[in-house]
């Protein structure tokens, strides 16, 4: 090391903010005093780089709490989004098959193009009919899914009638509106990943503590109540379902439960609060959701395995749609393709990267009441009741913001070492513009003593 550079440091050592270094630096002191401040410093930074290296750990991994609120009376809570998916119309099937093909068709048919129009991850008929046997139909479809799925499945004023909120009528199509999943094409009310969301005010507070949505169901669908953010799907848990057969008249009673964020939330990351917010989305939806990032897994999933998707299968080009040959693949891995599982699970299912979502809603199913009517009689009523205001909710709150760990960071490094920004700011001064500043300095004096000096 040089001279320079040991006097520069020296120098620092000796006009340093930081305490305890200005004495290790005396060299008028005893050699003890100086060790014993060696030893004290060298604690002191120890103990202070535990402490910001705890509080960093508490930023990244501990920065949300939960807590539950019961300030009821201040709420508005909204009936969840109710979707509706139609499952069979044998009646359709029977009309398009004698349009598209001979009247003396193979009846086989017409299984197989139940199975295209309400393909739900397998297709027996399909796939024996039209892969499977040795002399299979000239007629089989071997392509162009999404041709005859359009020819079979109904459009909403054939399928939802006669709707109602707390007995004030509305027209059904105008606010269930159509969305595109998994499953085919579905109608939604008070659902946000609409292309045009239009929700009808369905609220319950403490004016109007209950909400009632009526409606009748033309033909055999499945009825699933979920968040306002949340997609009706093949994954979507079966609590959450509700199989609605002609002839029946069913009562679905669900209780509501919100989460409030602190507005602090937003400024943590999504793997620190292990959540995404709505506005946070990669998918396939407007908006993100448990439910969407799950769609876009299992369109992956099906790239990867069969190198194609089925033709439900959202933001597929017509060269990415399953001939024949793919939907035996789909078929074949249905298990794997249709099922979540965990990361350590051994069984057959799909590992998905999904974190829920920060405004999702915690729907509980209360009660269902089946209540048969004429068989005769082709519909089915339905009532989704919000019985009673919730009395708590939850709130996720920020409990180490970077404030906080800006404040912990400067306390502990003035409480240890004397510290400030300040203190770190003239340390990278005295060893870059005071070093450079000395070594002009020292060459200009040495250019005058060269001029002042007599030649000999």
Aim: aromatic share 10%; glycine share 4%.
């Amino acid at each position: 090391m040089s001279a320079s550079c040991k006097a520069q440091i020296k120098e620092y050592c000796q006009n340093c903010s930081f305490a305890g270094i200005r004495f290790i630096a005396d060299d008028s002191k005893h050699w003890i005093e100086r060790w014993f401040w060696v030893v004290l410093v060298i604690l002191s930074w120890y103990g202070s780089a535990l402490l910001i290296i705890a509080a960093w750990n508490a930023f990244v991994n501990n920065p949300i709490s939960f807590g539950v609120e019961t300030t009821y009376t201040d709420w508005s809570t909204k009936m969840p989004a109710v979707a509706v998916c139609e499952m069979a119309n044998d009646d359709q099937i029977y009309n398009v098959s004698d349009t598209i093909w001979t009247p003396k068709h193979l009846l086989d048919l017409e299984d197989v193009l139940k199975d295209i129009a309400y393909f739900r991850g397998v297709a027996y008929s399909l796939i024996d009919v039209c892969y499977l046997s040795k002399n299979p139909d000239h007629l089989c479809p071997l392509s162009n899914y999404s041709y005859y799925t359009e020819l079979v499945r109904s459009p909403c004023p054939k399928l939802i009638r006669n709707c109602s909120y707390n007995n004030i009528v509305f027209e059904c199509c105008d606010y269930f509106q159509p969305i595109k999943t998994d499953l085919g094409t579905c109608y939604i009310i008070n659902s946000i990943q609409t292309e045009n969301p239009r929700p009808y005010p369905m609220i319950s507070n403490i004016t109007q503590k209950r909400g009632i949505l009526r409606f009748q169901i033309m033909l055999l669908s499945m009825i699933y109540t979920i968040g306002e953010d949340e997609i009706p799907g093949i994954t979507t848990l079966y609590s959450s379902t509700l199989k609605a057969s002609l002839g029946n008249t069913y009562l679905r009673q669900v209780s509501v439960r919100d989460i409030e964020n602190d507005p602090l939330v937003v400024e943590t990351t999504p793997e620190q609060r292990a959540c995404r917010f709505n506005s946070e989305n990669q998918g396939l939806y407007p908006h993100y959701s448990y439910s969407a990032c799950i769609v876009l897994c299992r369109k992956r999933a099906q790239l990867d395995i069969c190198h194609c998707n089925d033709h439900f299968m959202l933001n597929t080009s017509d060269s990415e749609r399953c001939n024949i040959t793919g939907m035996w693949c789909l078929h074949t891995h249905s298990k794997q393709l249709t099922a979540l599982k965990p990361p350590w699970s051994q069984r057959q299912g799909l590992v998905c990267d999904c974190l829920p979502s920060c405004e999702e809603t915690d729907i509980t199913i209360i009660k269902d009441v089946t209540t048969p009517l004429h068989p005769k009689r082709k519909k089915a009523f339905v009532e989704v009741m919000l019985p009673y205001l919730p009395t708590e909710r939850f709130k996720r709150n920020v409990v180490r913001s970077r404030l906080d760990l800006v404040v912990s960071v400067g306390s502990t490094a003035g409480l240890f070492v004397g510290a400030s920004l300040l203190s770190f700011v003239e340390l990278i001064f005295f060893f870059t513009v005071r070093y450079i500043s000395n070594v002009l300095m020292e060459k200009r004096k040495r250019k005058r003593v060269r001029i002042i000096l007599p030649r000999h």
